[in-house]
């Protein structure tokens, strides 16, 4: 007999080509180091409070819960509540269901596919959006969570989304939520950076386009080796020690110089690098 979490996917129209990252990691024999547990398990210390979530009173999280949208796990259901930070996006995604005009029984059925890979083993009640949650720390992809007007979610970054839509096993239209601008409204890190535009390129194309548009470079060589890699030889010029200083600590492969033009010091930085073709 089929239990209720798994009934959530009798029917579904939607999802990732290929079953999506999340899948092809908990099957993985090697899914997850000593450093990934402990993030996961951090992210799922209930030390947050209500008030690091906006525009949520008290009444409306008990009538949330009573309706089963989140879970109470107070002692006896006294004291105050205390959320983990995995809860905390949930609630934002809550918030924006609701805005979208999502009654609570679709934005139950959302909740049923966030839960579905929870089980004895795993420290959360929503392991997969943990996944996501981890990859938009540690990724300049954006990561969407699709909610379809059946109640039906999927979670995947853009180059999964994009690969779904092009082999069509996403057939419905649907709202699309920023995971990780909801993350980033959480830990307030400004030097996470989200690449919109640039999620398709290849590595090669991403580190050309930021060469290039340094107003410092003076040349760009590409050479394609007879293995699988390509080499990119760069040279750049400027004029001041700070500019030198700015560019060196942005670049893995660096080699600095300095020569005399008169009275002017000419700094120059070179890098080579090698970046794989796929």
Known sequence: MKNKKENVFFGKRNSLAGGGFYKEYVNSPMSSTNNEMKLVQSMNEKKYR?????KISSRIMTHWQDY?????????????????????VWLRVII???????DLKKIKKVK?????????????????LDFYILFTQRDSDPVKLLVFDSGEALLGNQLEIDTSLQFQTIQDDY??????????????????KTEYLDHSLTPIE??????????????????????????????????????????????????ATTTKRGNKTIYKLTEKKKIKKH
């Open 50 to 54: 209500l008030k690091v979530v906006d």
């Open 112 to 128: 049923q596919f966030l839960e579905i890979y929870c089980g004895e083993n795993n420290a959360s009640d929503y392991p997969e």
């Open 175 to 192: 709202i699309s939520i920023d995971l990780n601008k909801l993350v980033n409204e959480i830990i307030n890190d400004k030097s996470l």
């Open 206 to 255: 991403k580190d050309i386009k930021e060469t290039i548009s340094s107003e410092n470079l003076q040349s760009l060589f590409i050479k394609v080796d007879s293995g699988d890699e390509y080499i990119l030889d760069k040279k750049f010029i400027m004029e001041s020690s700070k500019e030198l200083n700015t560019i060196f600590n942005s670049l893995k492969y660096a080699e």
């Open 96 to 102: 924006k269901l609701r805005n979208f005009g999502f």
């Open 68 to 88: 089963g949208l989140i879970n109470d796990n107070r002692p006896k259901g006294i004291g105050w509540r205390l959320f983990s930070f995995t809860e905390l």
